[in-house]
């Protein structure tokens, strides 16, 4: 009599946006042990891992320690989001608020209703500080690409309206 290890067939798939190793059919022989890796592309990360038609969450690999029968495994990606705040003091904002973002996503950040004026003074939008992919600057608009979680804070400079009158009508008042 002549006896054989019999080959089991284990199916690996991937969804766009990274891979799977060992990929397509992969044949094991039967009672041994086959490791699968997982690996999104950049600015990708995995939603979830699928066995025999069952999740079973985010993992880079998974081990069949003894394969018996026949098994599907499928990994699944999703691209990377990160966070975008934006604050003003004075006069709105575009975007405003936090928001979430997929990577790469472009930004076209501006202030809205510089100058600003209440009774005797007067907020004039300058510029603005960033943090992530937002860098410093001046200006009531910038650009930029959101690569990372990111914030953006309007800075405004404030003006006092100054009328000044003499009291007598003998003097004068100069402002220089």
């Known amino acids: 009599a002549s006896f054989s290890l019999t ?3 284990i199916t690996a798939t991937n969804g766009p946006d990274g891979s799977i190793s060992p990929s397509g059919v992969v044949m094991v ?7 699968f890796l997982i690996t999104p592309t950049a600015n ?12 079973v969450g985010i993992t880079n690999n998974y081990l069949f320690p003894n394969v018996t029968n026949s098994h599907t495994i499928s990994a699944w990606f999703g691209i990377d989001r ?17 928001t979430t973002n997929d990577y790469g996503t472009p930004v076209n950040a501006l202030v809205i ?5 209440a009774a005797n ?3 004039v939008a300058k510029g603005w500080t960033g943090t992530g992919s937002a860098t410093n600057g001046s200006g009531t608009n910038t650009s ?6 990111s914030t953006l804070t309007w800075l405004w400079t404030t003006n006092y309206w100054l009328a000044p009158t003499s009291m007598s009508v003998n003097g004068s008042v100069n402002v220089t």
């Open 44 to 55: 990708y990360h995995i939603t979830n891992l699928v066995v025999d038609g069952s999740a």
């Open 144 to 149: 930029f690409t959101l690569t990372n979680t």
């Open 82 to 98: 990160y966070s975008l705040s934006v604050t003003t003091p004075f006069g709105g904002a575009s975007p405003s608020g936090t």
């Open 29 to 35: 022989p039967y009672g041994t042990a086959t490791n």
């Open 121 to 123: 003074t007067q907020y």
């Open 113 to 117: 209703g510089s100058p600003v004026t």
């Open 7 to 9: 080959n089991i067939a």
